[in-house]
């Protein structure tokens, strides 16, 4: 670090230190967002989504395989000198002999596609490739892929994240597929199986590595004393600069983030700290020896300004505000009337928020921003009295929102998007991505005045992944007990609010009075459509009327949504499997009308209790009648539906007495629910994988 150049020029005495330019390499690591198999012949409408995904080469369309994979590369600047970009693999498994080799060819994508719905012949469900077997373009580097399990296997692709990166075509999101180019026939040997991104070992899991260039300006690093001007530090710092606040002093005011000109981020954290590894989730017991920021009214202690970017805010605490009726961070403006005035690339890593443990807090982040990150951080303690309040909450800004691997703790909804009026016409928040998280509410609040609704909700919402969380302990209080809510409203003039494309896989949710809540429409203002969800391997257990009041119901269903995928989940809940209804919604002429059946109902692979009246619908019979009443050309093959009466369902499914069924996992008093290596549902699936969720995958 060079020497200091200026100090005690800002009240509070704060000191800069000038850091000379230099040429430099970073390295930057990416998670790969998606992930699959695409397999021709028979499995050409077949999802293959699971911890593996393949490559193999065969004239006969049965045993030729795919892989198709998105990376998110939009974090990185236009125009930056990328030196080179590596995918990596883990190879799984192959065939033939030991040590030998095949030619593997990665391809651009040139359309979007979804992993837990993509087949040879869609890229989602409905939605067909232009050409079966995907959209392929160009070639890049071919890779001779050796036949040895537990190699790592490298795919040069510097030159497709360049042109990506760039801005060359219609998104700065990285898509590729990978295909055995090496031809010979119906060619056993050429099946390669690699580890994907839902591998139970993270270490196995696909990573892009990208190395670039830096010339670094000068850049700045300010240190604030106790007491020190911590917004003259913000409007100071230099673009790739940092303001280091004291260790275990604490900051009051509302403090804005300017807006600056310039890409390269900007870091605010506490100084002589050892944080938690980059990675790693923060917890309460760093408090003390971190900076604490707080607000000494209503407003929040840090907030954007119109149009901020490039922003990191890592090792920070923030207390309640004094008046804890807001947000403690304000990311973007629920003013913004234009999306060029929303703030972006705002990233909140390793930080701590608390509410008052009396007063509670309203919110703890509004997320109204674009190319938003949270992170390894911890929020809790959020509850209000009479209105709602969220850990999480976004609904006037674009996305991309990225929340992985925090602690959420909060009374109303844990996370929300939509839910407020949307100043920015015709916005709907997208591209939301949920994973590794804990989702929680402290049950001392049972029975408190502290406003209680639900785990997870989207009122407004579009592209959203909900992946590998836990999500734990939700009542009946104000709501009447669903953890999950998906239910499009029109909260404030909006009628093109929508939930759509969503998908919920790989969580476990316990401790709840019901579980998932599906409407298609706003049932008191015009709204879009509730469509395409795939609720898929997840494991849900203790959904209990007797334990958290509410009906125990593992899905309620209404309102004329479309297009509903419920797959390979594993269910021990009290109350109704399916619970039906219809009721009514504004039509796109303002008129009030009954809604009709549910178009694309699929129930596939599950393992659920019946109970008393397992797949029902008001007014109708259970099983077929309400299934044929409720929706129209539904799929309901391969599920278990213990203590049910066949003659009351549609055929290929099972029905065991409830007895044997618990009897056939692994410890289900313990809440072991893998099954037995005896279980008649090991591979019984409509995929030929077992019933139930994929414990590799939670």
Known sequence: MGRGVLSCVFAGCMTLWSVAAASAQSTQAFNVAGDTTIRNGAWATVNQDGPVFHTRSSTVPDWERRAVISIDTSTLAPNLPISSAILTLTLKSGLGAA???????????????????????????????????????????????????????????????????????????TRLALIDVGGGGDVKESYREYHSSEASAAANRPQLTVRYNTTDPPASVIDVPPGGDLQAALNSVQRGGTVRLASGATFVGNFTLPNKIGTDYILLTTGGVSLPPAGTRIDPSYRPQLATIKSPNVMPALATANSASYYRIVGVAFAANSDPASDVIAIGDSANTQLSEVAHHIEIDRVLIAGDPALGQKRGIAANGAHVVIMNSDIRDIKAAGQDSQAIAGWNGP??????????????????????????????????????????????????????????????????????????????????GFAIVFTPRNSGGNPWSVVEDVEFSGNTLRHSGSAFNLLGHDDLKQSGQLARILIKNNLVYDISSTNWGGGGIFAQIGGEPRDITIDHNTVMHQGNVITFYSGSYINSSGVKQTAGPIVGFVFTNNLVKHNAYGIFGSGQAFGNGSINYYTTGSIIRRNVLAGGLASRYPVDNFFPTVAVFLAGFVNAPGDDYRLLSSSPYLGAGTDGLDLGCSFGAL
């Open 99 to 173: 040590n030998t080799t095949r030619p593997v060819t990665v391809y651009r994508l040139t359309t979007q596609f979804y992993d837990g719905e993509a087949t040879w012949m869609n890229r989602r469900t409905t939605i067909p490739w232009q050409t079966p077997g995907g959209d392929i373009a160009e070639s890049y580097s071919t890779v001779m892929v050796t036949n040895t399990a537990g190699a790592k296997v490298d795919f040069d692709i510097t030159a497709l994240v360049r042109r990506v990166v760039n801005g060359e075509f219609d998104t700065r999101v």
């Open 399 to 480: 996305g991309p929102v990225t929340i992985t691997n925090n602690f959420l703790q909060a009374a109303g909804e844990n996370i929300m998007f939509g839910g407020a009026g949307t100043n920015i016409a015709n916005l709907v928040p997208s591209d939301i991505t949920v994973e590794n998280n804990v989702l929680s509410k402290d049950t001392s609040w049972r029975g408190s005045s502290w406003t209680v609704k639900n785990l997870f909700e989207l009122k407004s919402a579009r592209r959203v992944i909900v992946r590998r969380n836990l999500m734990e302990y939700n009542w009946s209080a104000a709501q009447p």
